[in-house]
């Protein structure tokens, strides 16, 4: 099993930046992918942004330019600094840790843009 612990999320006014972290423990394989991901009441969970242990990353249109995904493999810890943040990012936040052992989901941090 993997465990993935988030912390980072908070409070923020408009144009405010947050860096996310989830540390991830238990069976890490050396080859898997993490990826960030949020959810508001009502909505489906959508993809905000992943990364391979190969380096490989991708964002949603609606992140790109503002978030940034990063990984310490030695760490096993996933980042996300997220920049220029607006109201229409508040959500709560969800780290995913895939790789040969299954699927695994953090318990999510609550991230509010409001002024």
């Known amino acids: 099993q993997v465990q993935l612990v988030e912390s980072g999320g908070g409070l923020v006014q408009p144009g405010g930046s947050l860096r996310l972290s989830c540390a991830a423990s238990g069976s890490i394989f050396s080859i898997n992918a993490m990826g960030w991901y949020r959810q508001t009441p009502g909505k489906q969970r959508e993809l905000v942004a992943a990364?391979?242990?190969?380096?490989?990353?991708n964002y949603a249109e609606s992140v790109k330019g503002r978030f940034t995904i990063s990984r310490d493999n030695a760490k096993n810890t996933l980042y996300l600094q997220m920049n220029s943040l607006k109201p229409e990012d508040t959500a709560v936040y969800y780290c995913?840790?895939?790789?040969?052992?299954?699927?695994?989901w953090g318990q999510g941090t609550q991230v509010t843009v409001s002024s």
């Open positions: 990364s391979t242990t190969s380096g490989n990353t």
């Open positions: 995913k840790h895939a790789s040969g052992v299954g699927t695994y």
